[in-house]
């Protein structure tokens, strides 16, 4: 062991210390600093017995209670533990040097802030000489020491001394300045003679008053010296006053960099300018006189003026003016009233002037006019106008502006000033004014550039704006059209939707507007870029050009003028357009610029493109090729141009396998081009390995040549089929331990076996074996790897026997043993282990502590249960079942029992569902209410108020609209509209709209309607309520339709204002941000880059708060000059404004800002005081000074009806405390707190749990029934009690309970438990004596006697059954065998009194064993119900069975019952082992039609299983008793199940499509036909049915009989064709180009899948005629010779197409033929291909309304436009608004969530979908309850 500690030392940075026991060592596992600067170190300790602790206080508990130590070791050891805090020991201090006291040393701290850090001779630490001062008083330092540390605190850190102080007192200032209202402040702190410490003169005052020992005179010095503080005069030094101020008034100017200029009153009062002056002067009521001078001064010096239309004695004065953003005049002036209030525009004097007795109408009309006066002055006085010229209309006028814009300006002759004509013009039309002078002003548009088109009508003007090229290299040209009406359209789009909606213009109008439409494009195209002429990359003629973008993509220029992004396109073109051959191979050539490429193994003409390689999603390497014939078809992938060679007989064999070497080629190159390969020690040498990312971390290994694996396994297999060296075999095969494989001596030589793992039904575990043999075969069980070694004749004899014993010794192997477990956590009970397995799935398994493995707590749960475990143990793992698996408690169902949300959420139909699990508390689960109310009515312990409270939990989790009242809408919603509030303590709403669609808010409602397309009308009546009742807002600065919602705003740790605002488009998309939005605009249609620009000038006006919003005075509530508002929100919530025009969301958060702001003591006590009387903050005389305390939440908690509170602290320092404790630990880690401070913190917390109590509520002296001094109150239903000490009990028996904890005295004891009586508790001669039981106990409407027995000990525990009272006396040594044994006869004539009395039994006659009983069950569902000679009773014969066989019951009773199982269903069979049992549970379809059942067994021995796998792994596992031969009968039996199953279904039709005596079937939507054989055997087709036919050799007339109707199915038959042979033909479209597809069915019955390999099979057998093969070569000419039209006859009219196109059935499958005379085997097929093409829009919008005859749906939960067509139950196929199609959900999901045009609303909504179709099928699979069918058979009866 010592030398084991060595090594701990050496290497695992364990220590030893002198001062710990000897033989103890211990390690230091994490040391430094809190955020609070305070030193921590975790140590761990290992003693000399080998026992480790975790802190030194379990170290001193357990030396003090071992005989083994002494006193001085435990002092030592509290020597040890002070060391460690030492902060000598934890720094590196330097000697102290004349800043310090002599001995005392330094440091300078490491952070950011070098704080300097002392340390006095003791090893104390301090981080100032100001804290160490106050803490050497409280330790008695002499004086002199004293002395000198105040002289160096003088000299270094800022204090000073002053005459006026008491003698030995100091101060510091801490801060001084102006405040925004130009007041002087300064905060000082004290130091007191005696080491206290003051932050205000209040305070010291208060003191000294206090402590009685200052005199009269030292008061007055005291409040001198802060007048002196005050003193701005003898502060600064002033100059005499000039002609600027008034007589006897001084100035002088700062120092700071604005040079601010103050002046001086004479009374010393000091302001920042005259205008802050004149107000204090009217406050103060200065003369009249003095008033006037100084505003006179004002006049002259700081801009104000009078005006005639003010009243007498106003002033006012030009802030701002000049022109707005929106070009507009504007201006801003401030109004001086004669009584000195300040206004900052003419609404507020209007508004004072009305509210005032001192003004009359006419004053109000004259500042009106003043206001009118200075906005005419502000155009036709204020600037220089030329008159007009010939640009502009008689009489008007015209300038320029200065500045660099030089922008004209237009002015009315009735003074109206225009930036613009058109705007001129547009105000002309809206103000009715002459049509003649409108058409003037419309003719001088032309001097802006507008012009006329003979394309528009009348009236109409375009005007083309082209400017200096954009960064891309294109010239930029727009088009702005202006209507006679006055309006000005940005877009063709808007132009023809303005005429389509106006009566004023007709169709033709329109035309015209798209003609021209058509010729700008052209012109466009031509010149907006500078064209390069075309070099050897293009084709002679073609000119190119290289964009300047990211990309810099090129693009190419065809001769007539034709632009193509890439000559890839421009070759797919000509393709299409039939171009010529000669052109085609030109633009072919030219395409290796593009990264094309030819290679040998392709065939003549084809090249290929490496698109994209690299990393995918799950960390495997992909790449993209992309292939184009000589026929000029593209293929994407691999598989479809073979396809496309295999069905052209232009192409050979050889021409498929050379392309797949290709692929062979490609991809081993791709694979080694990977960077993650890794050599390691994993793998030999040479090769490499890698894992994939993500969840599945998928390991691949890579052979030198480039060949990659899966597993070193596959790899193994193709070593030993390649035949390497055995060197090379061997060292490969040394490596499968990587993967989990293993040896075993039993095996044979080289093999290696690997266990997987997996689970039954009911939780119980399975393991699987695999074997690899030396050859490298791997074989999937012991039985296959027993014939293998058999079959191949070289192992040794012993081989197979060894195998048997290798598997016995696995079977015997407890689970313990054959897995590694690790020490369970606290989701497990104590003694538990967890493991995760090895398989792919990883699932966690976990073990009891008897070593018994279970899948997951619920499945651990219910064997406890059934293995009768304490109820303690019980309810432990149900704990941990609701911490770790999901299940929860309701006071609605029984007690103990618990359930489980599977699933829940709304219905495509927004109606609600959940899908609940319950688990009662004898451990039986059920999947719906029904079954548990079944059971609480046939079982004993359940009354009808446990049904009827079950039923109402039901009801809580039903759809919305039945599960909530709803009451008829008002104003705020649209009309037809219902409301609701939740009952939740958020009171939410909730809205119902007439089609009974249920959304949480108006917004989200807008939205789905928006998505569903709701008509224009209702969706704007939503805009306004959600604008009147939902706080959206409209704003000038957004465009037109768009709203806006203040989400939130606040403030950011940082103390920076922030909001969070939600846009809403007219569109209906809403956005998050402004940047999204910005992105929006500048990409969508129907947007101008004014609109961009008004959006940002938007966010600058939200972004500040003293511009954005509307401030008020706060009078008393808040300090002076600061002000508030209240939020428009649903919250309401108050903001605060501090002068400097800080925002903060309550006074709360502003002081605390104020602190780091180091604002003045004043101000700060100031706001204090103003938390106190506006936010319910609090103070106590047990919280130090200036603490204050909130109360955020009192109340009782409903889960244990405590009284409980949560209360926030607030210090003096201006730190806050979320509960008492931190803050008494702040108090103790301070110097400037006390401990007793501490103590009263704590205090403070018990006094206000006593009033919790005694105070809160209204108590009443109590009477007979509680003891003495004790109080009662009564609630409507409960009964409370509240002992002398102040705690409230809800019974007495809990207080009885609580008073034991508390070791009261035995007669107070006594006393209680006396009054017991009082609550139903009684005694008996059972039980020891303080012991009481309690017994409910009455009769239910089923006739059933229902009783709960309930215990209280002695002890005060009280306990629920007898089982807990047995062990309870078990552990406890009070108690001995004779009072366990009392307590078991006591249960004994319960358990008798209950079962006699409880039911009528009746003998059980031949269907039960001798001495049984039985009853019939009460009420509708309840079963028969049989009773044991014990007692026991049983709810079936099979339940009976079990429980016989786990409690060891004789053979002979065994057999007794099984034999009874026959009145149950059970049934036996000869295929079965002798004494098996067998019973049809149900039987059914599932929802693909396939019938289902599901079958139970009991074997001779009794054990149950509930699958064939179960009971087969069983009779392999017992290779003793059972054999080969038992299984394979077993199996055999399955067959004839299976059998007898399919036949039993009742969809099989009979008609002429089938031979005789067989049948068919079709299932639902997809159309799969099935065929039955008349001995119950099925078939996919007839195809295969024949086949199987002829490999059974039936007899040729029924080959014929089948032969012949294979017809149904496509087959036909042609003269060319040997006799007996069919043909099928398959016809589609391949890239636009209709392709045809053959099959062949030979007379032997093999299909062949081209005519090349049908007469390579003629060939090859030899009896066909050359002839014969001549004919079938006829027969493909003939074929191909045929064209669409001669071939087949279309039909025009089919409702199931759109207009014009055409369609043929052939051979039962429908064709479509499209106007342009493309052919595709179905509407999907011919939408990809327009799509693909290009196709117009309105042509594929009207395709798509068609795909919904194959199956494709529209769904409110995918994004607007998109389409679903469900495969299967889990396989989905997508097509995107803009035509994109996805053939699984996860290739959906990325591309929406990759796609900006998506919101994060549309990911979640798909995502809502799948997670609710996947539960929904989950629960379709649980809760399937088919009717039972029982499969009838006699006992013993031969099949």
């Known amino acids: 062991m010592e030398d084991m500690k060595t090594k701990m030392i050496n290497y695992e940075g364990w220590e030893r210390s002198d001062l710990l026991p000897a033989g103890w060592i211990f390690k230091k596992i994490s040391e430094g600093f809190t955020k609070d600067k305070k030193w921590y170190s975790t140590l761990t300790y290992l003693s000399r017995q080998g026992v480790t602790f975790e802190s030194m206080r379990t170290i001193v508990d357990h030396l003090k209670s071992s005989s083994s130590y002494t006193n001085e070791d435990i002092e030592k050891c509290k020597e040890f533990l002070g060391d460690q805090k030492s902060c000598f020991k934890k720094y590196e201090w330097g000697d102290g040097d004349e800043t310090i006291l002599k001995g005392w040393k330094m440091r300078t701290s490491d952070s950011e802030n070098q704080w300097q850090y002392f340390l006095s001779p003791e090893g104390r630490q301090y981080r100032t000489r100001y804290v160490a001062i106050q803490d050497m008083f409280k330790r008695n330092y002499s004086e002199r020491d004293i002395s000198n540390m105040k002289e160096l605190m003088m000299k270094y850190e800022g204090w000073e001394e002053s005459d006026l102080l008491p003698a030995g007192w100091m101060f510091k200032k801490i801060a001084e300045g102006f405040t925004k209202e130009n007041k002087w402040y300064s905060t000082l702190h004290y130091l007191s003679n005696d080491g206290l410490t003051f932050e205000s003169m209040k305070t010291i005052l208060d003191h000294?008053?206090?402590?009685?020992?200052?005199?009269?005179?030292?008061?007055?010095?005291?409040?001198e010296f802060l007048?002196?503080?005050?003193?701005?005069?003898?502060?600064?030094?002033?100059?005499?006053?000039?002609?600027?101020v008034p007589k006897g008034w001084k100035s002088r100017i700062s120092e700071t960099e604005g040079k601010w200029q103050f002046i001086l009153s004479p009374e010393g009062r000091q302001y920042r300018s005259r205008f802050v002056a004149i107000q204090d002067m009217i406050r103060r009521k200065d003369t009249e006189e003095e008033v006037h001078e100084m505003r006179l001064s004002l006049i002259e010096h700081e801009g104000w003026e009078r005006s005639d239309y003010l009243p007498h004695d106003w002033l006012f004065r030009v802030k701002w003016e000049g022109?707005?953003?929106?070009?507009?005049?504007?201006?801003?002036?401030?109004y001086l009233s004669r009584e000195g209030v300040p206004f900052e525009s003419m609404i507020n004097v209007i508004k004072f002037m009305r509210t005032s007795s001192l003004y009359t109408d006419g004053d109000i009309i004259n500042c009106k006019e003043f206001v009118k006066k200075r906005n005419q002055d502000t155009t036709e006085e204020r600037f220089v106008w030329k008159e007009g010229d010939e640009s502009v209309p008689k009489g008007w006028?015209?300038?320029?502006?200065?500045?660099?814009?030089?922008?004209?300006?237009?002015?009315?002759?009735?003074?109206?000033?225009?930036?613009?004509?058109?705007?001129?013009?547009?105000?002309?039309?809206?103000?009715?004014c002459a049509s003649e002078d409108i058409e003037i002003m419309r003719q001088k548009l032309i001097h802006e550039g507008w012009q006329k088109d003979k394309m528009f009508p009348l009236g109409?003007?375009?005007?083309?704006?082209?400017?200096?090229?954009?960064?891309?290299?294109?010239?930029?040209?727009?088009?702005?059209?202006?209507?006679?009406e006055g309006n000005r359209?940005?877009?063709?789009?808007?132009v023809l939707e303005f005429m389509n909606n106006s009566e004023s213009y007709n169709e033709e109008d329109m035309e015209k507007v798209r003609q021209f439409k058509v010729q700008w494009t052209i012109s466009l195209r031509r010149t907006g870029f500078e064209w390069e002429e075309g070099d050897e990359t293009v084709p002679e003629g073609w000119k190119k050009r290289r964009g300047h973008g990211k990309t810099e993509s090129e693009h190419i220029l065809s001769p007539d003028g034709v632009q193509y992004r890439s000559r890839y396109n421009a070759l797919m073109t000509m393709y299409k357009n039939e171009a010529e051959d000669v052109l085609i191979q030109e633009m072919r050539s030219k395409l290796t610029f593009e990264g094309w490429e030819t290679i040998s193994l392709l065939p003549d003409g084809w090249m290929f493109k490496r698109i994209w390689e690299g990393m995918i999603s799950n960390g495997t390497f992909s790449t993209n090729t992309h292939y184009i014939t000589r026929e000029g078809n593209v293929y994407e992938s691999a598989k479809t141009a073979i396809e496309f060679m295999e069905s052209k007989a232009d192409y050979k064999e050889m021409d498929v396998q050379n392309f797949r070497e290709f692929q062979t080629l490609l991809n081993k190159v791709t694979t080694k081009k990977r960077e993650d390969w890794l050599e390691n020690e994993t793998v030999p040498r040479g090769w490499k390995t890698r894992t994939t990312t993500g969840a599945s971390a998928r390991e691949y290994v890579l052979r030198p040549d480039g060949q990659q694996f899966m597993t070193r396994s596959i790899a193994l297999q193709h070593m030993v089929k390649e035949n390497y060296s055995e060197q090379d075999i061997s060292e490969m095969r040394s490596k499968l331990v990587h993967e989990g494989w293993k040896k075993d001596d039993l095996l044979p030589e080289n093999w290696h076996y690997k266990m997987f793992e997996g689970n039954f039904k009911n939780g119980s575990s399975t393991n699987q074996y695999k074997f690899m043999c030396k050859e490298g075969t791997v074989l999937e069980s012991m039985k296959m790897a027993m014939e293998f070694i058999q079959q191949c004749g070289y192992y040794p004899a012993d081989s197979v026997q060894?195998?048997?014993?290798?598997?016995?010794?696995?079977?015997?192997?407890?689970?313990?043993?054959?897995?590694?477990?690790?020490?369970?956590?606290?989701?497990?009970?104590?003694?538990?282990?967890?493991?995760?397995?090895?398989?792919?799935?990883?699932?966690?398994?976990?073990?009891?502590p008897e070593g018994i493995q279970y899948r997951s707590r619920y499945c651990a749960i219910q064997d406890m249960i059934k293995r009768g475990c304490s109820d303690d143990i019980v309810e432990e793992m149900k704990e941990k079942m609701i911490k770790a698996e999901g299940w929860t408690r309701s006071d609605w169902i029984p007690e103990g029992w618990m359930f489980k949300i599977v699933s829940e959420g709304f219905t495509k139909e927004n109606k609600w569902y959940s899908t609940i699990h319950y688990f009662s508390r004898e451990g039986i689960s059920f999947e719906s209410m029904k079954t548990v109310t079944d059971y609480l009515r046939s079982t004993d312990g359940y009354t009808e108020m446990d049904i009827e409270n079950c039923k109402e939990f039901l009801a809580d989790q039903?759809?919305?609209d039945k599960k909530y009242e709803w009451s008829e809408g008002d104003e705020t919603v649209p009309e037809g509209w219902k409301m609701r509030i939740s009952d939740s303590e958020q009171q939410w709403q909730f809205y119902l709209s007439p089609e009974g669609r249920q959304y949480r808010t108006r917004y989200v409602a807008l939205l789905d309607m928006v998505k569903r397309g709701v008509e224009q009308d209702q969706i704007e009546e939503m805009k306004e309520k959600m604008i009147g009742y939902e706080g959206w807002q409209k704003s000038e600065f957004l465009p037109y339709g768009w709203m806006f919602k203040i989400i939130w705003e606040g403030f950011t740790k940082e103390k920076d204002w922030t909001q969070t605002i939600r846009y809403l488009s007219r569109e209906g998309t809403s956005f998050d941000s402004m940047k999204n939005v910005l992105e929006f605009i500048n990409s969508g249609e129907g947007y101008t880059p004014a609109d961009a620009e008004n959006c940002k000038e938007f966010i600058k006006i939200q972004n500040s708060a003293d511009k954005k919003y509307k401030w008020n005075d706060a009078g008393e509530t808040l300090p002076a000059g600061w002000k508030t508002r209240v939020a428009d929100g649903e919250m309401k919530m108050e903001f605060i404004l501090s002068p400097e025009g800080r925002m903060y969301r309550s006074r709360y958060v502003a002081i605390q800002d104020m602190f780091k702001r180091n604002y003045s003591n004043e101000d700060i006590e100031e706001m204090r005081e103003k938390m106190i009387s506006q936010e319910e903050w609090k103070r106590s005389d047990l919280m130090p000074h200036n603490w204050l305390y909130k109360i955020k939440w009192e109340g009782q908690i409903m889960k244990d009806n405590k009284w409980s509170e949560n209360l926030t602290y607030f210090s003096k320092e201006g730190i806050s405390f979320e509960s008492n404790k931190p803050a008494a630990e702040y108090m103790r880690n301070s110097p400037d707190y006390t401990e007793q401070d501490a103590i009263n913190c704590k205090e403070f917390v018990k006094r206000r749990n006593q009033e919790t109590q005694e105070m809160r509520f209204n108590w009443n002296k109590g009477d007979h029934t509680v003891p003495s001094g004790w109080k009662m109150r009564k609630t409507e239903d409960r009964e409370f009690i509240l002992s002398p000490e102040g705690r409230q009990y809800m019974t007495r028996v809990v207080a009885l309970t609580d008073m034991v904890k508390r070791a009261y005295e035995e007669e107070l004891l006594e006393e209680m438990r006396s009054k017991l009586k009082y609550e139903g508790w009684n005694t008996n001669q059972y039980l020891p004596n303080g012991w009481f039981w309690k017994m409910w106990e009455g009769e239910t409407k089923r006739q059933k006697l229902d009783r709960n027995l309930y215990f209280v000990t002695k002890e005060g525990a009280r306990l629920e059954s007898f089982k807990t009272v047995v062990e309870y006396m078990e552990s406890n040594e009070l108690y001995n065998e004779e009072d366990i044994e009392k307590i078991r006869q006591y249960k004994k004539s319960e358990a008798v009194d209950v079962r006699r009395r409880g039911y009528d039994w009746e003998d059980g006659g031949d269907t039960l064993p001798i001495g049984w009983k039985k009853r019939p069950g009460v009420g509708q569902n309840e079963t028969e119900r049989i009773l044991s000679p014990e007692g026991e009773q049983y709810r079936s014969r099979f339940n009976a069975l079990q429980n016989m066989v786990k409690n060891g019951c004789s053979r002979f009773e065994i057999e007794d019952m099984k034999n009874k199982l026959i009145h149950e269903g059970w049934e036996s069979i000869e295929l079965l082992p002798d004494g098996w049992l067998f019973k049809r549970i149900w039987e059914g379809t599932d929802s693909n039609g396939r019938t289902i059942s599901n079958t139970h067994y009991i074997s001779d021995e009794g054990q149950l299983f509930e699958s064939v796998k179960s009971a087969i792994e069983f009779m392999q596992s017992s290779s003793i008793d059972y054999n080969e031969q038992h299984i394979e009968r077993f199996k055999e039996f399955q067959n004839l199940l299976c059998k007898v199953s399919t036949k039993k279904r009742d969809d099989w039709l009979q008609d002429e499509t089938v031979p005789a005596g067989w049948k068919r079937r079709v299932i639902g939507a997809s159309g799969r036909e099935y065929i039955l054989r008349p001995d119950g055997k099925q078939f996919m087709t007839r195809c295969i049915a024949l086949q199987h036919m002829l490999e059974d050799n039936y007899n040729i007339e029924e080959i014929k009989a089948m032969r012949s109707k294979l017809c149904y199915e496509g087959w036909n038959e042609d003269n060319c064709l040997p006799e007996g042979w069919l043909y099928k033909v398959w016809e589609g479209k391949i890239n636009g180009r209709t392709s045809r597809s053959y099959k062949f069915f030979s007379l032997e019955g093999t299909v062949f899948e081209s005519m090349k390999t049908a007469i390579e099979f003629m060939e090859m057998c030899g009896y066909y005629s050359e002839e014969s093969t001549d004919n079938c070569r006829k027969f493909m000419k003939k074929e191909n010779r045929n064209s669409n039209g001669e071939r087949f006859k279309w039909e025009m009219e089919d409702n199931s197409a759109p207009y014009g196109w055409k369609t043929r059935i052939t051979e039962g499958r429908k064709f479509f033929l499209m106007p342009d005379g493309n052919q595709f085997p179905s509407l999907f097929s011919a939408f990809q291909h327009m799509v693909k093409s290009d196709y117009l829009l309105s042509q594929i919008n009207v395709l798509r309304s068609f795909l919904k005859h194959e199956g494709w749906e529209f769904d409110s939960l995918l994004p607007s436009g998109w389409q679903v067509k469900y495969k299967g139950s889990d396989s989905h196929w997508y097509i995107g608004r803009h035509g994109e199609f996805f053939e699984n959900t996860e290739k959906a999901i990325n591309f929406i969530g990759s796609n900006s045009e998506y919101t994060i609303e549309d990911l979640e909504n798909v995502k809502e979908k799948i997670d609710k179709e996947k539960k929904e099928k989950e629960s379709a699979v649980i809760s399937t309850s088919p009717k039972e069918v029982k499969l009838k058979f006699s006992p013993k009866v031969k099949l």
């Open 397 to 432: 006028k015209r300038r320029i502006s200065d500045g660099d814009a030089e922008m004209e300006w237009i002015l009315s002759p009735d003074g109206r000033m225009f930036r613009s004509r058109v705007l001129a013009l547009q105000d002309m039309i809206k103000n009715d």
């Open 227 to 244: 007048r002196d503080q005050k003193s701005v005069l003898k502060k600064y030094e002033w100059q005499e006053g000039d002609d600027t």
């Open 460 to 484: 109409w003007l375009i005007k083309k704006w082209e400017g200096k090229k954009r960064s891309r290299g294109k010239l930029n040209q727009d088009l702005k059209y202006l209507n006679r």
């Open 208 to 223: 000294m008053k206090a402590t009685g020992k200052y005199t009269e005179q030292e008061f007055e010095n005291c409040q």
């Open 802 to 848: 060894n195998c048997k014993k290798f598997m016995q010794e696995q079977k015997d192997k407890t689970a313990e043993q054959r897995f590694e477990w690790q020490e369970g956590d606290d989701s497990l009970p104590g003694g538990w282990k967890m493991r995760v397995s090895e398989g792919e799935a990883d699932m966690q398994w976990i073990l009891s």
């Open 489 to 494: 359209l940005e877009s063709f789009k808007t």
């Open 323 to 334: 022109l707005g953003k929106d070009n507009k005049w504007s201006s801003n002036i401030c």
């Open 958 to 960: 039903k759809s919305c």
